[in-house]
């Protein structure tokens, strides 16, 4: 509650206002002149006598005579009544703490029932040695005594999750998601009423009809006594399933809003739970079967019944469907949902039984199974989920218009188009808004291209040992974009010779950006980024080889990473290094490509002895006319590459 503040005149009165505006006020009185002015009030005269009844008549009468006179603070009559209104309030507050909050904290209410009265008759009560043998004796619908749970105090138990109201002599409840942006006409109302057989089942009682106090049935949980009634179109359990296929291979798969999701403790919270989870199910699947109709791809869309199939990549399908069981049993066994001829098989799902059957959306006759024949990958469905659960949020949550009387919705960007000068086409782009399905097909698009770089990189180090290639995915990537940082080193020789380059991953295409700067863009095609990658190979043997020659002390003598002779590559182009040794008589040649096995030749020079003269200065030119030699390092010692170049150039130094 708020502080109430009251201003009062200055209890000072003012003396003398001076030319300048300044007042002076009275001092107040000191405690013992305080003292003195209520003792002048007090009559001393009287001395206890007796006051006559005439003077008492003369007194009254001269007090009704007299004015009315205010009390001696102005304000009193005001603090009496806020005062008093304050009171009232804090006993309102309390009584809706102790409404609002549980009540067995201030208070516990029980019903008074009657006290039966007493048989007539004489009756004998068993001992408890002899209740089990004349057990038999007893009525068969008598049970057990078993804790039932009070109405009022479970009803306001169901309020406080669920949207509650009273329409005559009935409670419903409803389970939709209106309240937070929901069109969907589907509706979900329930009804709640008081359970009219709070004794418990007959299956807690023994078959003599009589349960022994010392059975496992005394600690049983106490029984509800609500009842809730859920339309028959919400009983059972659903989910949505995403699937990725290539022809009829399956790549991976999601799966959203799972079946078994059991969050309460009493049977009517998983009740509704369940039914609300299939009226998410329904509704979600309806917005995007409703967008897939209105998209107008390249490649349309096909609805079909309880499956959507959609075409991402030549080959490559997203299937989409509403898995939904509405049987009481849940047994293993079933059928497949079939789909489209595009899309191949769709999700599983138990037809339950003795051959369940799908109508619409709708399998009915068993139970629901799992797809546990497909690999789950929980990336997908985390960002599938942060996606869905976006839709409502975003429904209400429009930015404030600035100025407070500009449209609603605006964005921050559309109220500066016309200061950044705007033209048409950008105000449309800037105005069109990505559908639920889209952004579904973009995730799964980025999802599936990540996997198959994953793939390319992962065959790559299996299949080459020298050099090792070696991946770091990045762990904060956004659903629609990944990043991988491949290093490429020699074994023994990673410290200072290796090569590096990134690739960012995005729905539809792959950036690289090398060691040297360069960026290149690929498509999705998986054998762009193989040949990459084997260019980068080729080219780390040839920049490692001009290092591991810096420390030996050999002489760089050309090197070419576009040579236009020898024998033409599939894809790219060979280079090639010349190095020279520390006096010059010998010259090895590298000649690499990226389909095309390294090849080293040697080269010495025709005369053992160099006499410089004025044509020929150095002993390199001798190797001009002179043959070379391929070297067989295959067969050489040596555990990689530049290991054997090592011991190569060793050899030819000494």
Known sequence: MADIRLEVPGENAVLEVLYDGTELYQQPPSMSENLTQLARKIDFATDGEEVTTEE????????????????????????????????????????????????HQYMVLDPVQAEAPEPKGIHTVPLPEEEPAIGGLHPPHRRPNRPVQDF?????????????????NTIIGDLSYRSAGSMFRQTGIFEVSKADDVTGPSSLVGASGAASPLSPMANRAPQSSLRVNVPTELTGSAYIFVCI??????????????????AGETPWQQK???????????????????????????????????QITATIFPGIHLLVGLCHSDSKNS????????????????????????????????????GLMGPSKYKHEHDLEHSLHQLLHRVYHNSFQHPLPHPVYASMGMSKRRRAAGLEGMDRNQLLNMMREQTLLEQ??????????RLRTMYVIDQLAAEFKDPLIVSHWNAFNSPTQSCVKINIVTQGYDSALRTKLVIHIFERTLKC???????????????????LILCQISQHNMAALQGLAKYTGWTVLSSEQNIGTGTIEPLGNASTVMLASPSGNKVIGVHSGPHQRVSVFVSSSPRPDFYPSTVVSEQRWEHLGS????????????????????????ALTA
């Open 245 to 262: 296929k290539k022809d009829e291979e399956d790549i991976c798969s999601a799966q959203l809003t799972s079946s078994d999701f059991v």
């Open 272 to 306: 509704l739970e369940k039914a609300q989870n299939v009226l998410f199910c329904k509704e979600l699947f309806n917005q995007l079967a409703r967008e897939a109709v209105k998209l107008t791809p390249s490649i349309p869309h096909l609805v079909v019944g309880n």
């Open 440 to 449: 579904i097909i973009r995730q799964v698009q980025h999802n599936f291209l």
């Open 56 to 103: 008492k008549k003369e007194e009254e009468e001269e007090e009704e005579k007299q004015p009315f006179q205010q009390p001696h603070w102005p304000l009193e009559e005001v603090r009496n009544k806020v005062r008093q209104a304050l009171t009232e309030v804090s006993v309102l507050h309390d009584l809706l703490m102790i409404v609002k909050q549980k009540p």
């Open 152 to 168: 009022h105090i479970e009803l306001l138990r169901l309020r406080q999750n669920w949207r509650l109201k009273k329409v005559g």
């Open 513 to 531: 950006i090398c060691r040297d700067g360069k960026i290149m863009t690929m498509s999705f095609e998986p054998q762009e980024l193989r040949n």
């Open 627 to 650: 043959v070379w030699q391929e070297v067989r390092h295959d067969r050489m010692e040596g555990r990689n590459f530049l290991n054997k170049m090592e011991l190569l150039m060793a």
């Open 331 to 366: 047994g293993p066994k079933g059928g497949t949902l079939q789909g489209s001829a595009a899309g191949g098989g769709g999700p599983a799902v138990a037809g339950g039984g003795t051959g369940g059957t799908t109508v619409g959306s709708t399998t009915t006759g068993g």
